[in-house]
């Protein structure tokens, strides 16, 4: 969970670090403000300097300026500081290592991309040897090591994927965060409930449904269904698993004409409740005029549990669909799911369509677009 740049910094004010006086608001009619200042748009992507999102105000004007030209859930207002020189410091984790890693550059600010950045493996009970050294060969400020700990224990006692001050800088011999960004590892939610609680940014930029897509998994542990969906704003409702296979046919079903209604992923064998409760949510959308259930061959996940999952949300919909039902899918159980399908399609009417892995994914995803005109035909037909 990514938090936004006001919760970062508080989160680092709460262990000590310094940051700029400022206030959070919504509106430029919140409250009065001081100049000069900046005002930062807060939003959860980053190259904010770039894009105008972060600017410096002289006036009251220029900030209902600001805020008329930019859509953000929240701003930052605070004070302007003057500094000479900007630093960039980050500790996250390095997979391939498996270890903490700390970034530096004395060259923080707007891209940073570009600089010079020194990298130091750190364990997990860390030593700041070679590190210290360096500051100290390059005769950087003694602050940068003590920054350095500091962001090191909040990395780990707060469950991070990343912790990073950029710029950080030093006025009247005080090192100051002047911009923040931290992310917490979602699967650490239950050690850090009161943090979750307190910056959960998801209930900000989620809608309801999206929402509760991701409560389908709390409380049961097998597989994953629900925690990537995102409603888009199309009309044929996909159910996707796969992995990276998932953001594939997405892209495949995009370049054969078809605007999804969604992004849902289930994979790891989830429960067959879990499938029910996400094929329902799915669903749940207005105007659709296809569901396209679509993935690679599965090696442990079983099918015909899944699929009694997704029959279990479709019997249940106040109305049952009369749009296309094109399913792709291959893997344990399967020839058990493909019969149970077309026992389902002839008992209830369902124009639901079945193949194997001897259709491929593009074809699969022709085949719902074309399905699915033929069905806004029909519909259309029988407005007119």
């Not at 996909?238 to 992004?263: E, H, Q, T, V, W």
Request: proline share 4%; aromatic share 10%.
């Amino acid at each position: 969970m990514k938090l936004f740049e006001f919760q970062a910094k508080e989160l680092l004010q709460s262990t000590g670090f310094h940051i700029p006086s400022g206030r959070v608001v919504q509106s430029s009619h919140d409250g009065l403000f001081s100049f000069p200042s900046m005002i930062k748009a807060q939003v959860l992507e980053g190259g904010r300097a770039k894009r105008g999102l972060i600017q410096p105000v002289l006036n009251q004007e220029e900030i209902d300026g600001f805020m008329a030209k930019h859509e953000a859930p929240f701003f930052l207002v605070e004070e302007l500081l003057q500094h000479d020189k900007e630093y960039f410091i980050s500790i996250s984790y390095d997979h391939l290592k498996r270890s903490p890693v700390l970034l530096f550059s004395s060259s923080g600010g707007v891209s940073i991309e570009t600089q010079q950045v020194h990298r130091f493996i750190l364990d997990m009970q860390p030593d700041f040897t070679e590190f210290n050294q360096f500051l100290l060969t390059n005769q950087h400020p003694y602050h940068i090591g003590e920054v350095a700990h500091k962001l090191y224990s909040i990395f780990l006692n707060n469950d991070l994927l990343l912790c990073e001050v950029n710029p950080l800088v030093i006025v009247n011999d005080k090192p100051i965060v002047l911009d923040a960004k931290i992310e917490i590892d979602d699967n650490a939610q239950f050690r850090q409930k009161e943090l979750f609680e307190k910056y959960d940014t998801r209930k900000i930029s989620l809608n309801e449904r999206e929402l509760s897509a991701r409560k389908i998994d709390e409380n049961d542990l097998r597989g994953v269904a629900g925690k990537s969906y995102l409603d888009l704003d199309g009309d044929i409702a996909i159910l996707a698993s796969g992995g990276g296979a998932s953001l594939a046919a997405m892209d495949i079903l995009l370049d054969a004409g078809g605007k999804p209604a969604n992004y849902a992923e289930y994979s790891g064998n989830p429960s067959r409740e879990k499938v029910k409760k996400l094929t329902a949510l799915t669903l749940s959308k207005e105007n659709l005029a296809g569901c396209w259930i679509v993935g690679v061959i599965a090696n442990f996940s079983d099918i015909y549990e899944a699929f009694q999952g997704i029959i279990d949300a479709v019997l249940e919909l106040p109305e049952l669909p009369k749009y296309p039902i094109v399913i792709r899918r291959a893997g344990p159980n399967d020839d058990k799911a493909h019969t149970f399908i077309q026992e389902i399609k002839q008992k209830y009417g369902l124009d639901i369509h079945f193949f194997d892995e001897k259709m491929s994914i593009g074809e699969s995803a022709k085949e719902i677009f074309n399905r699915s005109n033929q069905f806004k035909g029909v519909q259309h037909a029988h407005l007119s």
